[in-house]
């Protein structure tokens, strides 16, 4: 019988310097492939694992790659403290602990056959990228499908080789603060993407990582284009800490992102986030 709250070992198979402090981190479990649900699924877009080292501890990551993909599972760690300071420390071949799937992720069955817009900013982009592989790998399932990704500048734009190849499936649309002499792309205000833009807002869904990007996007960007409330889901996942309810960080309104969410309908969570 499987115990999700034990860890299991994983080998590092693949570490990609992103920027100056986010590094992807693929890693295989040892000796069998990750189990998958009864959708066929490694885990739900949106759902996380907890990463760490022995003597240093771990922390909650989204999971970044495909959850039709049963070889390998990838994160990315920002350099921010002791734990992913150790990870950044590690190379090919080391092994971490994890533990999960865990929480809730995007309700991928609603999403079907309805327009999908998805919101991203910086290191917010795992859990939207799940989801893009997600619908890409299924994409005759639903309809026009748009990722808006914005970054400070140029450079903290991640997964750069994954977002041209999305294009060749979804509209991708990068929105950066500065601009830089190759840049070409927008540069300022995210509303002034609105106008590529084109949805049917009574059959259409939204999807956010927020919190410090959602009131803006939802302001400036889904409101705007007609999309309900109640048609809006936001991913918590920056707000975790120990991932079983335990340790009370990630406590919003009268729920644990780690239990409750991380994935969490905006309606749940309009006057609580923070």
Known sequence: ???????????????????????????????????????????????????????????????????????????????VGTVTNALHRLNVGKELAIRGPYGNGFPVSFFADKDVVMVAGGSGIPPIAALVEHIIHSRNRFGRVYLLYGAATPQDILIKDRLDAWGGHIHVLLNVDHRDPEWNGHVGLVTAMLKDIEINPLNAVAVMCGPGLMMTALEKILRPLGIADRRIYVSLEQKMQCGIGKCQHCTTGDSYVCLDGPVYNFDQIDKSWD
């Open 1 to 79: 019988m499987n115990n999700l709250y034990l860890p299991v070992m994983a080998k590092i198979t693949r570490i990609e310097e992103l920027s100056a402090h986010v590094k992807l981190f693929r890693f295989q479990r040892i000796g069998t492939s990750f189990p998958k649900n009864s959708d066929g699924l490694t885990f739900t877009p949106g759902q996380f694992v907890m990463a760490g080292i022995w003597g240093y501890g771990e922390a909650p990551f989204a999971i970044l790659s495909s959850p039709a993909e049963d070889r390998f599972m990838e994160i990315l760690v920002r350099k």
